[in-house]
């Protein structure tokens, strides 16, 4: 692709610079257009006078051609000829060519052609009828070297080039800042929904609490439950998912409803959690750790044709910094082995509990069983976050792991609930029950 870019670039400059390189030089009949130089207004003249003539003109514009290259090209200031100039460098030529220099002027107005000669007055629009309305001749086909010819000419590709690659970058930025713009928009909305979940969790957990202990309040003051979330040196970077979040549940959460008291003194938005009967409780209480759906498609692009290894290592299952109790790691294992209930090859699973990234390590009998979780974990939704799957060599795994050596025995989920699958379950029902209605 670079190759091509400079050839393409190459040849766009080349034919820049010869379509700035055209016209620029003198034409192989000298300059002047003359096809019927001598009409019937002129016919009277005779033939030694009509050569001189146009032999005053030759002279005439090549120093009009070379007075207007030289400043073109920057070497001289002066474009044009006052008449009296004109008439003394015609007359340094020979007085031959003073005599006949009012005739000349007078057949370049009466021409009416573009000539490579122009006549100017005082002002640049003005009309002139006569010869002694001219005061300045000037040529309209300025004599440049060959360099600096090539040198205006690369002046204006370059300046070109240097428009057209502004432009360029400018879609490019613009193109940026949008992805950019998606792609936080994107994480917001996770963190936003990472967000209601949480507070969702805290508020039923005070609830269950209120009912063992009946000396605490049914309620909670959201400024509490924000600082109880969220560390005080993310506050601020967090003000916007947090108010989002807050959003949310007054638009979507039936259970959480909001209400004003007073405590100490002070008046506070509270969240009072609204207990569900026990048969609903059955049916919409969610538990957090759950498998929400597939983020995207498998493909080629994203999934390897075929492992090579049976192992594999497991991103974002988990976030060390949320996690509580000792044994929340088991909910993680139990979690894989029931998203991977019908793959009997899996024999070892490792959390590292102190993963920042919330990995989880994966071996399996073979690389078929490894493929075969690789395809039901990579690019689903758990608990909020988006899990990535990636293979790891089989002799690294064993370097961490040594007790995997020995894993030969499927590992098979502890009971038949599938809890983190009632999510999925759920929105299935939901869907097939509208579909059916």
């Given at each position: 692709?670079?190759?091509?870019?400079?050839?393409?670039?190459?040849?766009?400059?080349?034919?820049?610079?010869?379509?700035?390189?055209?016209?620029?030089?003198?034409?192989?009949?000298?300059?002047?257009?003359?096809?019927?130089?001598?009409?019937?207004?002129?016919?009277?003249?005779?033939?030694?006078?009509?050569?001189?003539?146009?032999?005053?003109?030759?002279?005439?514009?090549?120093?009009?051609?070379?007075?207007?290259?030289?400043?073109?090209?920057?070497?001289?200031?002066?474009?044009?000829?006052?008449?009296?100039?004109?008439?003394?460098?015609?007359?340094?030529?020979?007085?031959?060519?003073?005599?006949?220099?009012?005739?000349?002027?007078?057949?370049?107005?009466?021409?009416?052609?573009?000539?490579?000669?122009?006549?100017?007055?005082?002002?640049?629009?003005?009309?002139?009828?006569?010869?002694?309305?001219?005061?300045?001749?000037?040529?309209?086909?300025?004599?440049?070297?060959?360099?600096?010819?090539?040198?205006?000419?690369?002046?204006?590709?370059?300046?070109?080039?240097?428009?057209?690659?502004?432009?360029?970058?400018?879609?490019?930025?613009?193109?940026?800042?949008?992805?950019?713009?998606?792609?936080?928009?994107?994480?917001?909305?996770?963190?936003?929904?990472?967000?209601?979940?949480?507070?969702?969790?805290?508020?039923?957990?005070?609830?269950?609490?209120?009912?063992?202990?009946?000396?605490?309040?049914?309620?909670?003051?959201?400024?509490?439950?924000?600082?109880?979330?969220?560390?005080?040196?993310?506050?601020?970077?967090?003000?916007?998912?947090?108010?989002?979040?807050?959003?949310?549940?007054?638009?979507?959460?039936?259970?959480?409803?909001?209400?004003?008291?007073?405590?100490?003194?002070?008046?506070?938005?509270?969240?009072?959690?609204?207990?569900?009967?026990?048969?609903?409780?059955?049916?919409?209480?969610?538990?957090?750790?759950?498998?929400?759906?597939?983020?995207?498609?498998?493909?080629?692009?994203?999934?390897?044709?075929?492992?090579?290894?049976?192992?594999?290592?497991?991103?974002?299952?988990?976030?060390?910094?949320?996690?509580?109790?000792?044994?929340?790691?088991?909910?993680?294992?139990?979690?894989?082995?029931?998203?991977?209930?019908?793959?009997?090859?899996?024999?070892?699973?490792?959390?590292?509990?102190?993963?920042?990234?919330?990995?989880?390590?994966?071996?399996?009998?073979?690389?078929?069983?490894?493929?075969?979780?690789?395809?039901?974990?990579?690019?689903?939704?758990?608990?909020?976050?988006?899990?990535?799957?990636?293979?790891?060599?089989?002799?690294?795994?064993?370097?961490?792991?040594?007790?995997?050596?020995?894993c030969n025995t499927p590992l098979k989920p502890s009971n038949k609930h599938m809890n983190s699958m009632s999510h999925l379950r759920l929105r299935t029902g939901l869907a097939n029950s509208q579909g059916g209605s």
């Amino acid at each position: 692709m670079f190759l091509l870019t400079a050839a393409c670039l190459f040849f766009l400059i080349l034919g820049l610079t010869y379509l700035g390189m055209r016209g620029t030089g003198v034409s192989e009949d000298g300059g002047l257009s003359i096809k019927n130089p001598f009409d019937e207004t002129f016919g009277n003249i005779q033939e030694s006078e009509k050569n001189l003539m146009m032999n005053t003109l030759y002279k005439l514009h090549d120093r009009l051609a070379q007075l207007a290259g030289d400043h073109e090209c920057g070497s001289s200031s002066q474009r044009t000829l006052s008449v009296q100039e004109a008439a003394a460098y015609l007359k340094d030529l020979g007085p031959e060519y003073e005599d006949i220099f009012n005739i000349s002027l007078k057949w370049i107005l009466k021409n009416g052609k573009d000539v490579g000669i122009r006549c100017v007055g005082y002002g640049p629009e003005e009309q002139l009828k006569n010869i002694t309305d001219v005061q300045f001749l000037q040529s309209t086909r300025p004599q440049m070297s060959f360099w600096c010819r090539f040198r205006r000419a690369f002046i204006t590709v370059t300046h070109r080039l240097l428009l057209l690659c502004l432009g360029v970058v400018m879609v490019c930025v613009v193109l940026r800042y949008m992805k950019y713009r998606w792609t936080k928009e994107e994480e917001e909305t996770r963190q936003m929904y990472d967000m209601v979940v949480k507070i969702i969790d805290v508020l039923r957990s005070h609830n269950e609490a209120c009912q063992e202990n009946k000396d605490l309040q049914p309620y909670m003051p959201i400024p509490h439950v924000q600082d109880s979330l969220i560390q005080p040196h993310d506050r601020k970077k967090m003000k916007k998912v947090w108010d989002r979040a807050v959003d949310f549940l007054a638009a979507n959460e039936s259970r959480v409803r909001t209400e004003t008291r007073r405590i100490g003194g002070t008046d506070f938005l509270v969240w009072r959690w609204i207990q569900p009967s026990a048969s609903c409780d059955k049916i919409l209480v969610i538990p957090s750790k759950v498998w929400q759906g597939q983020a995207f498609h498998l493909d080629r692009r994203n999934s390897p044709p075929n492992s090579l290894t049976p192992c594999l290592k497991i991103r974002n299952m988990f976030d060390p910094v949320m996690e509580i109790g000792d044994q929340w790691h088991l909910a993680i294992q139990e979690a894989i082995l029931e998203k991977c209930s019908d793959n009997d090859g899996i024999v070892h699973i490792a959390v590292d509990k102190n993963s920042r990234e919330g990995c989880v390590y994966v071996k399996c009998l073979s690389p078929e069983y490894a493929g075969k979780a690789f395809k039901a974990l990579h690019g689903s939704w758990f608990d909020g976050k988006l899990v990535t799957v990636k293979y790891l060599r089989l002799d690294r795994y064993h370097h961490r792991f040594p007790q995997a050596l020995t894993c030969n025995t499927p590992l098979k989920p502890s009971n038949k609930h599938m809890n983190s699958m009632s999510h999925l379950r759920l929105r299935t029902g939901l869907a097939n029950s509208q579909g059916g209605s």
